[in-house]
Each structure stands twice: as C-alpha cells, then as structure tokens.
C-alpha cells in the first residue's frame, strides 16, 4: 500500500531563516505531488504541484520554492521566512494513471515563524 | 475555473443526532467532488468522492453525500452522529483531466455535545 511522509512534524523558525520540508511517498510509482499550506481558520490554498521530476508548478506568487529530486520526493524551500509563511503544511499524492483523481494526504507540517 | 463555498463555518449538534454538512461548487462541467475530514493537527483523510453515476456515495464512517447537478450541490450527511466525528470538514472540487486538480472550500468545524 501507498504511505506518505512528512517532516518533520513541527518546525519553530526565526523570521529571515531558511526553510526546508520534505515529502517522501512510498509504494508507488510516477505520482503528481502538490504541496499545500493551511493558515489558521482557513481552507487549504495549493502552493505548488509537481507531474514529474524537475517539473515545478506555481499557483501562487511568493518567497516559497519547490523542488522535486527523485520521483517520490517533494521538498519545500525558502531562503527567508516571514512571519505571514506560518502555517500547517500538508503534502499531497495523486497517481499519474487511472481513472481516480483522488489526492492522499500526509500527516502535515506545522509551522511557527516568530 | 472552479470554485468551492462551504456557507456554515461551524455546526454544533448533540451526540445521536443527525447531520448534514452543506457543500455548494462552481464549475462548467461534470465535476469530481470530495469530502475530507481533517481531525486537529492531522492531515485529510478523504471519506467519499464522487465521480460519475449513482449521485448517492457511501463513505467511509457511516458518511453518505448526495450529487444534485441543478443545485450544484454535495452535501454531506450522516444519520447519527459520534463523538469522535468531531473535526473539520472540506468539501472539493476537481477539475477533469487537469493535473492541477483540487479546489478546498474554507472547512466546517463539526462540534458534537454530549
């Protein structure tokens, strides 16, 4: 069976700090990634999404980068975190193939920028 | 593009207690539709999804959701409600074919009285 990961769980940053989350999914092969951040009282707004390695897509404009170096890796970046980047950072799966398109969620990430 | 409104931020029912969860979405097409359900500081879990034929679908927990094309509407329900059903609630919509793929409402925050 498919299994997502993510860390690490919790993350206190400094404002003007770098950032690095990471996503690992095992038990499958070739799946659409999507990193999404949830803020306090809100729904989920989509960051990024990935079809392949080295294929980045943006949906919205920010100090927040993506990267993905392996098939089943998914990496979220900043080089300077402000405060307004705290959150609860959710990576997300999808298979590249079938007729379902469903997307699997991981444990999340919540972050604290002070 | 597609759009999701989820009208009740925060439904309170007693234990026993019947539920429906209100769920509205904007798009030109056949949509695919969600329910996900997220306990605090967890990540979705999906309890039903909607795709094609049969507008009533059986989920996950004792949860059912309703299709109604001429309402544009998936509302989510449940007979009888647990204590441990006590969450956040999100309804999305999917776009067919496209990679980029889901739209969140803002949630519904479940409270259950005992």
């Known amino acids: 069976s498919q299994t997502i990961h993510q860390w690490p769980a919790t993350l206190v940053q400094p404002v003007g700090s770098p950032l690095s989350l990471e996503c690992t999914v095992e038990g499958t092969s070739n799946p659409n990634l999507y990193w999404y951040r949830q803020a306090a009282g809100r729904g989920l707004q989509l960051l990024f999404y990935s079809v392949g390695i080295g294929q980045i897509s943006s949906e919205v404009p920010q100090n927040l980068s993506a990267s993905r170096p392996q098939d089943r890796q998914f990496i979220l970046s900043s080089k300077k975190l402000l405060l307004s980047d705290s959150g609860f950072y959710l990576c997300?799966?999808?298979?590249?193939?079938?007729?379902?398109?469903?997307?699997?969620f991981g444990p999340g990430t919540r972050l604290t920028v002070l | 593009a597609q759009s999701v409104t989820q009208p009740d931020i925060h439904i309170t029912v007693s234990e026993g207690a019947s539920l429906e969860l209100r769920c509205n979405y904007s798009y030109g097409a056949t949509p695919y539709l969600f329910w996900y359900v997220q306990s605090p500081g967890q990540g979705l879990q999906l309890l039903l999804k909607?795709?094609?034929?049969?507008?009533l679908v059986q989920g996950i927990k004792g949860f059912e959701a309703e299709f109604k094309r001429s309402q544009s509407s998936f509302n989510l329900r449940k007979p009888s409600v647990h204590w441990s059903d006590a969450a956040e609630y999100f309804c999305a919509v999917g776009a067919r074919g496209s990679a980029r793929q889901l739209t969140f409402g803002s949630g519904t925050q479940l409270t259950v009285l005992p």
């Open positions: 997300a799966w999808r298979p590249r193939t079938g007729s379902t398109d469903t997307q699997y």
């Open positions: 909607y795709f094609s034929g049969d507008t």
